[in-house]
């Protein structure tokens, strides 16, 4: 079954350090969408991205985030300067087009540590 | 705004009991509901969704949940846990006019052998 994989699975970086996080969708899914979890809280929406352009983000999702599909299979997430309280799980999720692009499909996530 | 309430955030069961995990959401208009559960280490994984119709959906593994409209509720159930079911389970709500979800802060559910 086809899946949504993340990499690297854990990131350690230092404040004020970019990082990127990296996502292969889903093959034939047309949206992708970036969450994350701080330990211990909910899963919290991030952004959303279609046929190339964000379609939906939150006010979490300020101007140190940006996201990018550098190519036909990678979905990325990054964070320019980060602080110490974008230490979180980071998840990727993608899904079809139609109704089906109402049920996503997540990757296993990305744990972000910021010292 | 739109929220998703999961009031148990930790229940201990013994095998064979049965479950019954909560979910309310505040949405004004159409939802989508779903029930994700994510086992110690792996991806969150969907184990079922509303999307009209019958408002008692089955899924995966024996579980199931029903939409009450009146109660803006989609409550999880098992009649029978079993010490594999031992995760975190997270409801979630998609509104009409979005494609995010807002995701419930989650019930860890162990199950004692």
């Known amino acids: 079954e086809p899946e949504v994989t993340q990499t690297p699975s854990h990131q350690v970086t230092q404040m004020g350090q970019e990082v990127i996080l990296r996502c292969v969708p889903i093959?034939?899914?047309?949206?992708f969408y970036w969450y994350r979890q701080i330990l211990g809280q909910k899963v919290e929406f991030l952004v959303s991205f279609y046929n190339n352009e964000i379609s939906e983000k939150s006010e979490i999702f300020d101007d140190q985030f940006s996201v990018e599909r550098p190519d036909g299979s990678n979905f990325t997430l990054k964070i320019r300067s980060t602080k110490l309280e974008d230490s979180a799980m980071y998840f990727c999720?993608?899904?079809?087009f139609g109704t089906g692009a109402y049920e996503q499909y997540f990757g296993p996530g990305t744990r972000l540590t910021v010292t | 705004a739109q929220s998703v309430s999961q009031h148990n955030h930790h229940v201990i069961l013994s095998e064979a009991a049965s479950l019954e995990l909560g979910c309310n959401y505040s949405?004004?208009?159409?939802?989508?509901l779903f029930w994700y559960v994510q086992y110690p280490g792996q991806h969150l994984q969907l184990l079922l969704k509303y999307f009209s119709g019958d408002p008692l959906v089955k899924g995966i593994k024996g579980f199931e949940a029903e939409f009450i409209k009146s109660k803006f509720s989609f409550n999880l159930r098992k009649p029978s846990v079993q010490w594999s079911d031992t995760a975190e389970y997270f409801c979630a709500v998609r509104g009409s006019g979005t494609y995010k979800y807002i995701f419930g802060t989650g019930t860890r559910l162990k199950v004692l052998a």
């Open positions: 949405y004004g208009g159409t939802v989508n």
């Open positions: 999720a993608s899904s079809d």
């Open positions: 093959s034939n899914h047309l949206y």
